[in-house]
């Protein structure tokens, strides 16, 4: 692997990466995103260490906890975790008091994960899959920063209750100052190393808990002279994504907020398939997963894309491992896959679309391939 600038490292400890394969297609692009990474240990000279651990609704069957005590165990001790997706339709009922998706909540809150990174780029070989005109999507280079611990996912009270008018819910939107400035200064410190740029995002005109975020965020500004700030209300931001999102480089935002804006800014890579993310914490550890979710609809077939894991896997070399040659290696291969026209099926392959397999074969020749 020529593209990989690094020497052997073979006295040095074993990183331990804990995979969670999760529900839906989550087993499928965990295990393309495993193979790529032993690849790339392998051409390196250097060991991986690899154990494998329930979440979700496969942990709910297996052991009747959406985080077993085990996984949360062996996450703890990892140097990183790759997750494929947690839900499906067999564990959607509304009333159950376990649902998939607390393992993931209680896995970012237990390892203090605060701070989701989705970067959002605009690849050349798909600017023709993307929903929206090329020339509104071209030069896009964009991270959403995403809270991840606080805000309506967490906030207490909240629950449901009988009442002499009907049923009701409730759920509160909290934050405190510590938990917007810590996310504030991940978005900073992130544009620093980019565009020094930083657009934060929230509903300043209607909600108290996001002028409490806008003066935060103010403050944490002044410690970055050198780093450009704006203030953008999330709904005209999620317009401004969609008519031009090249201006944008670094986005922070609350935690609902991060969830469904990032997922509008796929389109801009063409597919919720594409996209990686890593949620980081106070150490190196950190948690990657695709965005796109557990997809139940093609589960088990063997079609769904596995570029989004590829590439957090991508950002787990850099980012937990200090890998940062193998990690530009390993999204280099990627670009060079589609530009040789390497498509699944929500890529628009259509007759000649790739499997899941296939599209991971794509990328393990260019990792290999020799230097031109």
């Known amino acids: 692997m020529a593209a990989l600038a690094f020497g052997a490292n073979r006295g040095a400890m074993i990183p331990r990466i804990v995979l969670l394969p999760g ?6 692009v965990v295990g393309a995103a495993r193979a790529v990474l032993e690849a790339v240990g392998r051409a390196a000279g250097r060991e991986l260490a690899f154990e494998e651990h329930p979440i979700g609704g496969s942990a709910l069957d297996a052991c009747g906890e959406p985080l077993p005590a085990p996984t949360l165990a062996a996450c703890r001790d990892a140097d990183a975790i790759l997750l494929g997706a947690v839900g499906g339709p067999r564990w959607d009922d509304p009333r159950a ?5 607390q393992g993931l909540l209680g896995l970012r809150k237990e390892l203090g994960l605060f701070a989701n990174l989705r970067p ?19 030069g896009t280079d964009l991270v959403v920063v995403r809270e991840l611990t606080g805000g309506l996912y967490f906030g207490e009270p909240r629950g ?5 008018e009907g049923r009701r819910a409730v759920d509160t939107l909290v934050y405190t100052d510590i938990e917007i400035r810590r996310v504030a200064q991940v978005a900073f410190d992130l544009a620093r190393k980019r565009r020094r740029k930083v657009t934060s995002v929230d509903k300043a005109n209607v909600l108290d808990s996001s002028r409490l975020w ?8 002044r410690d970055y002279p050198d780093v450009e700030l704006e203030h953008q209300l999330v709904d005209s931001c999620a317009m401004r994504l969609v008519t031009a999102p090249a201006g944008f480089d670094v986005l922070v935002m609350e935690n609902m907020f991060g969830d469904i804006l990032s997922d509008e800014a796929s389109v801009l890579a063409g597919s919720l398939g594409m996209l990686p993310s890593a949620s980081l914490g106070a ?3 950190g948690l990657y997963e695709p965005i796109h979710g557990s997809a139940p609809d093609i589960a088990g077939q063997g079609v769904a894309n ?3 894991t590829i590439l957090s896997a991508a950002m787990l070399l850099e980012l937990s491992l200090g890998w940062a040659d193998a990690a530009r290696a390993v999204e280099q291969a990627v670009e060079a896959a589609l530009a040789r ?3 699944t099926r929500d890529l628009g392959g259509g007759t000649g679309a790739l499997s899941t397999s296939g599209m991971t074969e794509a990328i393990l020749r260019e990792l290999t391939a020799p230097a031109a």
């Open 23 to 28: 529900d839906g297609v989550g087993p499928e």
């Open 97 to 101: 008091l376990k649902r998939p998706e």
């Open 120 to 138: 959002v780029r605009a690849v050349s070989a798909l600017l023709s899959a993307s929903p929206l005109r090329e020339e509104r999507v071209i």
């Open 160 to 164: 449901r209750t009988a009442t002499p």
């Open 214 to 221: 806008r003066e935060v965020v103010v403050e944490v500004a």
């Open 283 to 285: 150490t190196r550890r």
């Open 306 to 308: 596995p570029l989004g």
């Open 341 to 343: 026209g390497a498509r």
